[in-house]
């Protein structure tokens, strides 16, 4: 049975969906003013994890990632820019849609925007004003009166007394309380603005995702996920927006990833430590980045390194060697292997856990086929069920030559160059011209390629 660590009651829960076989679950996405980072990688990475693998376990799932496409830096970065919010924002989408598929991140089954959403937001705003927890004020923007919502504070486990003698910012004079968040703004000239009943303005950022879920999923919905930099202020705010308006439970499930560090220091611009994904993928080919991403556990924090992705590089070599070579059969019944594999995603999502077991798998693929020529059916049974089984964390969809060879880097050997030193190396051992052919090896070392003899076979593969 699937249990999940659920940040709300903060334990490990059996997960009981609201509707039996049927799973909703919302993921706070991009504000898409600029390129995905290491940080929007993971949460892609790790919820399309989630969703692959409720599927696969059989649940009908509907996954909302929304995107946010109006807020303060969107704004900043246009004027800067000197163009429309519309061009900058389709811009940055259509780069998100990109790098997700480049990570083999599978598509939301809805990605709603915020523009699109405006409507719900003012219902739900005025929905709020009537239930006694939210005020227009004398500015034109209207703000969500915290202390009216005896619940706040209890995601991220924080004490309102606190948080107000912690506040260090100028109070607003148009709040009746410092922690008083605001909902909707009022229109400033030259921003975008939508007409409400308090006049022209926009949404704040955090009814957004709350408006956007409950149209999208109902009041009521299993999952919400997203980064834990967001759990406060943004998603506590979400659960007091949602149930101060509808008054039902929001979510039952909170799951959040943890934070990435870049050699082990928290990743910033001003540190000069921060790497949007397409800088890595200039580096790093992008099936060893979603390796990477799910070798720590997703509530963890995930450290980046040089030395982490050439690890990722080796691990995914030796996985892919395992199944080189080998015919392709359908992948059979229940084994130790698929119950240890299941077990571990079972677990919270255990993807650490669940690697190890393709490690153990590519062991016995590796014995079987060394042992004797008749062992070829079984290594190519237990082949399927490697490719079956790293399939549910969206690995090994390689064809195994394609990926042991792939691609040259900046000025690096092409395939019919190193083809051809490997037919000069096989020709001078055939010749007993140990030396040359030792020269050759080493040549194609120094380049990047690795040569490996099998009785009569030669075959290459790139470092």
């Known amino acids: 049975m699937l249990h999940v660590y659920n940040d709300l009651s903060r334990t490990k829960e059996p997960f009981k969906p609201l509707e039996a076989g049927k799973v909703r679950m919302y993921v706070c996405g991009m504000t898409v003013y600029d390129l995905c980072h290491l940080g929007h990688a993971r949460v892609l990475v790790v919820f399309d994890v989630i969703a692959r693998y409720l599927r696969a376990a059989g649940y009908e799932l509907t996954y909302v990632r929304n995107i946010t496409d109006i807020d303060d830096k969107i704004i900043q970065r246009a004027n800067d820019n000197g163009e429309p919010i519309e061009q900058l924002t389709e811009r940055f989408i259509r780069a998100m849609h990109e790098d997700a598929a480049a990570l083999g991140v599978l598509p939301p089954d809805h990605e709603p925007r915020a523009t699109a959403h405006i409507g719900e937001i003012i219902a739900m705003i005025e929905r709020l004003i009537r239930n006694g927890h939210a ?204 119950e240890r594999f299941h077990a571990a995603m079972e677990d919270d999502f255990n993807t650490p856990i669940a690697i190890a077991v393709l490690f153990d798998l590519a062991r016995e693929i590796n014995r079987l086929r060394d042992s004797k020529p008749a062992a070829t059916a079984a290594a190519a049974a237990y082949a399927a069920e490697l490719r079956h089984l790293a399939g549910l964390l969206g690995l090994l969809g390689d064809d195994p030559e394609s990926y042991l060879k792939g691609q040259a880097v900046g000025d690096g050997l092409s395939d019919a160059a190193i083809t051809e030193l490997t037919q000069q190396r096989i020709a001078a051992r055939q010749a007993k011209a140990w030396a040359e052919a030792d020269r050759i090896r080493d040549e194609l070392k120094a380049q990047g390629v690795v040569l490996e003899d099998s009785g009569n076979t030669t075959r290459w593969r790139r470092e």
């Not at 924080?158 to 910012?169: I, M, Q, S, T």
């Not at 921003?191 to 999208?216: D, F, K, L, Q, V």
């Not at 007091?240 to 050699?263: C, D, S």
């Not at 001003?270 to 200039?282: P, Y």
Request: hydrophobic content about 35%.
């Open 135 to 338: 005020y227009p004020a004398s500015n034109g923007d209207v703000y969500y009166a915290v202390a009216s919502f005896p619940g706040y504070g209890r995601l991220s486990g924080k004490n309102l007394d606190e948080l107000r003698a912690g506040e260090r910012v100028e109070v607003d004079p148009h709040k009746r309380d410092p922690l008083d968040f605001v909902l909707w703004k009022a229109a400033k000239p030259g921003e975008p603005a939508w007409n409400s009943p308090w006049g022209a303005g926009r949404p704040g950022w955090h009814i957004e995702c709350s408006a956007m879920s409950c149209n999208c999923l109902g009041d009521t919905f299993d999952i919400h996920g997203g980064g834990a930099d967001l759990t406060f202020p943004h998603h506590e705010n979400e659960i007091a927006q949602a149930e101060g308006a509808t008054g039902k439970p929001f979510v039952n499930y909170w799951l959040h990833n943890g934070f990435v560090r870049i050699n082990e220091e928290k990743m910033s611009k001003s540190l000069g430590n921060f790497f949007t994904v397409r800088e890595i993928l200039e580096r790093y080919r992008a099936e060893e980045v979603r390796y990477f991403i799910l070798t720590s556990h997703y509530r963890s924090p995930l450290n980046y390194a040089d030395e982490q992705l050439d690890n990722a590089r080796s691990a995914l070599t030796r996985l892919y060697t395992a199944l080189r070579d080998l015919p392709l059969v359908p992948a059979g019944g229940d084994s130790g292997y698929r």
